[in-house]
């Protein structure tokens, strides 16, 4: 493992947003790039396959691919449940570049956007796994959070490292970190290249399909000051939409996103549109300081809705957002180990690629017409052609059905449309080179059955007993065979009271033989142990380093003071040990300090 300090210095980079480099400050070659991907590749193979670190790394590469596969938003949210705690012990823990992390920032942004019902939810799972707010109730600032991620994730897989394999540091019962590899005589962590695959560079989806997206991030997250009274006017009945209101101070932030986030450029077709909501005057109120600004009549918003409905459909921007990260997903990331085992999935399995199609020229997994707008996606109609029973075919076994607590309509979909006949390619194969191996080898199935035909009935085996109850088989033996049966049979757990008549000693009395064994006495009752818990010591506090104030200080210039919460998820990685009251209290002392 790399020093603490150093993969300190590195995760402080990367909360900031800074590029991660090498020590030396500048990117590494291509040839170090392939050299640490070898290395990580090596090491991950290396470890046990029960090895605790490559036991995570595989079941989480498998949940993200099942969130970013699924095609339902319950199974979504109810993946989101299920990898809290993983998230939370392997993101403060890893490097800020690698397929482990690019697949922990993929499911973070798919968990935020996709996991939610984007209006209504449907009455059929009421009561289902759900997040708690609807796409529409998202606030702006979740928004702009969106926004950074996404921005930040096309410039993460589009380093060279990538797809990295960059296992989790080891864990003590404690949740704290171990000492260095180097002190335990591991691998040494894969060296960072964190300069940029210019064939993924220049590819369509990483220029104007990400900019359209991005677009459409900025439109939403405009829109968002309206929401969700703008949505709940537009599904309401036609005597009910008078008891929408807009707060007045919402729309003069709608106004002032819209020049944050698209400027000046009134050519723009999202600028236009969103501008198209406003009606202001010349005229500036005294009270308030700003224009007669306010929203258009109803109709006329409801006219502007239905003419863009493609822009402003939330559900249909989560399925564009998702088909892009998928793409960028099959071009860059490996395929999930335990997926191609076919582990977690509820349908027979497919074989996935081994290596990443990180370059341009290898395009088997991006379909031309899978543009941003454009249904249904290339991925879809892979899902229904691969849903379709084959008859013709003998399904293969399958090596787990769930390992997961899988629910019966959820299935995690595969990566490509040739894997399908890939697996037919290999089955065949297989079969034939079963009938080649039987050519040359005897089956001993018909002697076994002609000797055991041969053999005598009513033989038994010799049986080695005592020598009471051989001399009493033998006594039977001699006994002639009784005709007709006595009226009374004894019974085979009946026993007799011998008394013992012996003159040895004429001090004794007479007393019954012992009772045979299996009539001992029941035992009293006896109390249980008594359990004594020790109670754990109180463990120690540690003092807040200068390198924790200083993010501390810039937390608060970020987001203010008060916002604790958002604070210790920004910088989740240098402030791992504590939590909201703590970064609330420290910040206390620093002021009293200065």
């Known amino acids: 493992m790399a020093p603490r300090g150093r993969k300190n210095h590195r995760a402080a980079r990367a909360a900031r947003g800074g590029p991660v480099v090498g020590d030396d400050g500048a990117a590494s070659t291509t040839t170090g790039s392939l050299a640490s991907t070898a290395a990580g590749e090596g090491a991950y193979r290396s470890l046990d396959p029960l090895d605790p670190r490559r036991v995570s790394f595989d079941i989480f590469e498998v ?91 096309r410039t993460d897989m589009l380093r060279n490292d990538a797809a990295l394999v960059v296992l989790p540091s080891e864990m003590k019962d404690d949740d704290e970190k171990l000492s260095d590899s180097h002190e335990e005589g591991e691998e040494p962590l894969p060296e960072e290249d964190d300069s940029v695959n210019e064939a993924l560079e220049s590819h369509a989806d990483f220029n104007a399909n990400y900019e359209m997206m991005m677009d459409r991030v900025k439109f939403h997250h405009c829109l968002s000051h309206l929401q969700p009274e703008l949505a709940t006017a537009i599904r309401m009945s036609p005597n009910r939409r008078d008891s929408v209101v807009v707060p007045r101070d919402n729309i003069i932030a709608f106004e002032a ?27 500036i109120n005294r009270t308030t300081r700003h224009h007669a600004l306010k929203l258009k009549p109803y109709h006329v918003i409801e006219t502007i809705y239905f003419n863009n409905s493609l822009i402003f459909d939330l559900k249909l921007f989560q399925d564009d957002l998702l088909n892009l990260i998928r793409r960028w997903s099959r071009m860059v990331l490996p395929f999930p180990a335990l997926s191609k085992l076919n582990y977690g999935s509820a349908h027979h399995g497919d074989i996935g690629d081994e290596k990443s199609t990180a370059g341009v020229d290898n395009k088997e997994n991006v379909s031309k017409e899978d543009e941003i707008g454009k249904k249904p996606s290339s991925f879809a109609l892979s899902t229904m052609v691969r849903q379709q029973p084959n008859k013709t075919e003998q399904v293969s076994p399958v090596v787990s059905d769930n390992l997961f607590d899988v629910e019966v309509e959820d299935e995690i979909e595969s990566s490509s449309e040739d894997e399908k006949a890939h697996s037919t390619d290999a089955r065949q194969n297989l079969n034939r080179k079963m009938k080649e191996l039987m050519k040359h080898v005897k089956d001993p199935l018909d002697e ?34 009784q005709k007709n049966p006595p009226l009374c049979q004894k019974r085979k757990t009946a026993y007799q009271i011998k008394f013992d008549d ?36 109180p463990k120690k506090r540690k003092k807040f380093t200068e390198e924790e104030d200083g993010v501390i200080r810039a937390g608060v210039k970020q987001f203010g003071a008060g916002h604790w919460a958002e604070i210790k998820a920004n910088f989740a990685i240098i402030l791992k040990d504590r939590d909201a009251v703590a970064i609330k209290d420290r910040w206390r002392t620093i002021n009293k300090q200065t």
Request: hydrophobic share 35%.
């Open 448 to 481: 076994c059955v002609a000797v055991a035909r041969s053999a005598r009935p009513g033989q038994h085996l010799g049986q080695t007993q005592g020598d009471d109850d051989s001399s009493s088989e033998d006594n039977d033996r001699e006994k002639p065979v």
């Open 63 to 153: 949940y993200c691919h099942e969130m970013l596969a699924s095609e339902s938003v319950t199974r979504r949210a109810y993946l989101v449940n299920k990898m809290r705690y993983m998230v939370n012990r392997l993101l403060g823990y890893q490097l800020a570049y690698g397929c482990l992390y690019n697949r922990t920032c993929v499911a973070n942004i798919i968990s935020r956007v996709c996991a939610r019902h984007p209006y209504e939810v449907p009455d059929e799972i009421e009561g289902k796994w759900q997040l708690a707010d609807r796409l529409v109730d998202i606030s702006p600032r979740k928004w702009k959070m969106i926004a950074d991620q996404f921005e930040k994730l």
């Open 257 to 283: 996103a819209i020049d944050e986030q698209f400027g000046d450029a009134g050519d723009r077709k999202y600028r236009r549109i969103l501008k198209s909501l406003l009606e202001g005057g010349k005229k």
């Open 502 to 537: 012996s003159d040895d000693s004429e001090e004794e009395a007479v007393a019954l033989s012992e009772v045979p064994a299996r009539y001992e006495h029941a035992k009293s009752f006896q109390a249980f142990p008594e359990i004594h818990v020790k109670p754990h010591p």
